[in-house]
C-alpha cells in the first residue's frame, strides 16, 4: 500500500476511528462513521467513509473478536484489522487509574475530534505502567476532570452515573455515547476531590467496552452494582446485534 505525504502524515491533519468487530460485525458501525465523516468536515477534508466500504474491507477476514482501524487524510484511507487485546482477567480485576501531568487544551478546535495528533495519548499511555497504573487520566486547564488516554470516565453516586461534558475538553467517545442513551447517566463538571465521594467508577471505549475501575488514586471502588449492570446490558446489546 502507498501513502500519499499529504497534510494527515506531515501534520496530524487526519482522522481515525477504531471499531471493535464481533463475530464479523463492526460493532455501532453507523455511529463510528457519523463521528469520522463529522471530523473529516471538521477538518475541511472532502471525502467519506461508508459502511459498504468497511463491509467489503471485511469481507472474507477472519474477524471473530478483533479491532478495526480506519485511517483517512486527505489522500489517503488506510484499513487495518487485529486482534481485540482486552481480556476477562482485567474485568475482573478492574484498572488502576492515576493522573496524567498532561493537561487537556479545552480551547483546542482538535480536541473533540479523534485526530491523529495523538501524541499525549500514546505517550501518557505507555507512561501509565511505570506508575503502576492501566490508565492515566487528564485534567483540562481549569483543573477539570476530562477524559483517560484511550478512554472516557464515569462514576457512579447514589445510584446516578455521572461523566464529564464534552465542553471539559475530551473525545466524544461511542461507547460513552451508548451509555448516555440506554442508562440515561448525567453529564456534570468534576474536580480531583469529587472522586473520594464517587461509590464506583468505569472507563469505556470502543474495544474493551465497560471496564469497572478497582482504584483511582488512593480511593479503592469496592462496590461494581450500577457497573455491573451496565456490562450485562452492554453483552447482551452485543449478543442480539452481532449474531455472526
Given at each position: 500500500?502507498?501513502i500519499?505525504?499529504?497534510?494527515?502524515?506531515?501534520?496530524?491533519?487526519?482522522?481515525?476511528?477504531?471499531?471493535a468487530?464481533?463475530?464479523?460485525?463492526?460493532?455501532?458501525?453507523?455511529?463510528?462513521?457519523?463521528?469520522?465523516?463529522?471530523?473529516?468536515?471538521?477538518?475541511?477534508?472532502?471525502?467519506?467513509?461508508?459502511?459498504?466500504?468497511?463491509?467489503?474491507?471485511?469481507?472474507?477476514?477472519?474477524?471473530?473478536?478483533?479491532?478495526?482501524?480506519?485511517?483517512?487524510?486527505g489522500?489517503?484511507?488506510?484499513?487495518?484489522?487485529?486482534?481485540n487485546?482486552?481480556v476477562?482477567?482485567?474485568?475482573e480485576?478492574g484498572?488502576?487509574?492515576?493522573f496524567?501531568?498532561?493537561?487537556?487544551?479545552?480551547?483546542?478546535?482538535?480536541?473533540?475530534?479523534?485526530?491523529?495528533?495523538?501524541?499525549?495519548?500514546?505517550?501518557?499511555?505507555?507512561?501509565?505502567?511505570?506508575?503502576?497504573?492501566?490508565?492515566l487520566?487528564?485534567?483540562?486547564?481549569r483543573?477539570?476532570?476530562?477524559?483517560?488516554t484511550?478512554?472516557n470516565?464515569?462514576?457512579?453516586?447514589?445510584?446516578e452515573?455521572?461523566?464529564?461534558?464534552?465542553?471539559?475538553?475530551?473525545?466524544?467517545?461511542?461507547l460513552?455515547?451508548?451509555?448516555?442513551?440506554?442508562?440515561?447517566a448525567?453529564?456534570?463538571?468534576?474536580?480531583?476531590?469529587?472522586?473520594a465521594?464517587?461509590d464506583?467508577?468505569?472507563?469505556t471505549?470502543?474495544?474493551?467496552?465497560?471496564?469497572?475501575?478497582?482504584?483511582?488514586?488512593?480511593?479503592?471502588f469496592t462496590?461494581?452494582a450500577?457497573?455491573?449492570?451496565?456490562?450485562?446490558?452492554?453483552?447482551?446489546?452485543?449478543?442480539?446485534n452481532?449474531?455472526?
Amino acid at each position: 500500500m502507498q501513502i500519499t505525504l499529504d497534510e494527515g502524515y506531515q501534520f496530524g491533519l487526519g482522522v481515525f476511528e477504531t471499531i471493535a468487530v464481533e463475530k464479523g460485525d463492526p460493532v455501532l458501525l453507523s455511529w463510528h462513521l457519523e463521528r469520522l465523516n463529522l471530523s473529516l468536515r471538521a477538518l475541511g477534508i472532502v471525502r467519506s467513509v461508508t459502511s459498504d466500504d468497511v463491509l467489503e474491507y471485511l469481507k472474507g477476514q477472519d474477524a471473530e473478536h478483533h479491532a478495526l482501524k480506519i485511517m483517512v487524510s486527505g489522500q489517503n484511507v488506510v484499513f487495518t484489522l487485529r486482534p481485540n487485546h482486552y481480556v476477562q482477567e482485567q474485568y475482573e480485576r478492574g484498572f488502576r487509574l492515576a493522573f496524567s501531568h498532561v493537561y487537556r487544551n479545552e480551547t483546542s478546535p482538535l480536541v473533540c475530534h479523534k485526530t491523529m495528533n495523538y501524541g499525549d495519548c500514546i505517550l501518557e499511555k505507555r507512561r501509565a505502567s511505570s506508575l503502576g497504573a492501566d490508565e492515566l487520566i487528564f485534567k483540562n486547564s481549569r483543573g477539570e476532570l476530562c477524559e483517560g488516554t484511550i478512554s472516557n470516565l464515569f462514576f457512579v453516586k447514589n445510584g446516578e452515573i455521572l461523566t464529564p461534558p464534552v465542553s471539559c475538553g475530551l473525545l466524544p467517545g461511542i461507547l460513552r455515547r451508548f451509555v448516555l442513551k440506554h442508562f440515561q447517566a448525567k453529564e456534570v463538571i468534576l474536580h480531583e476531590e469529587d472522586t473520594a465521594q464517587m461509590d464506583e467508577c468505569f472507563v469505556t471505549n470502543s474495544l474493551m467496552g465497560i471496564m469497572p475501575v478497582h482504584s483511582f488514586q488512593d480511593k479503592i471502588f469496592t462496590d461494581r452494582a450500577v457497573t455491573g449492570q451496565c456490562m450485562k446490558e452492554y453483552r447482551e446489546y452485543l449478543r442480539v446485534n452481532t449474531p455472526g
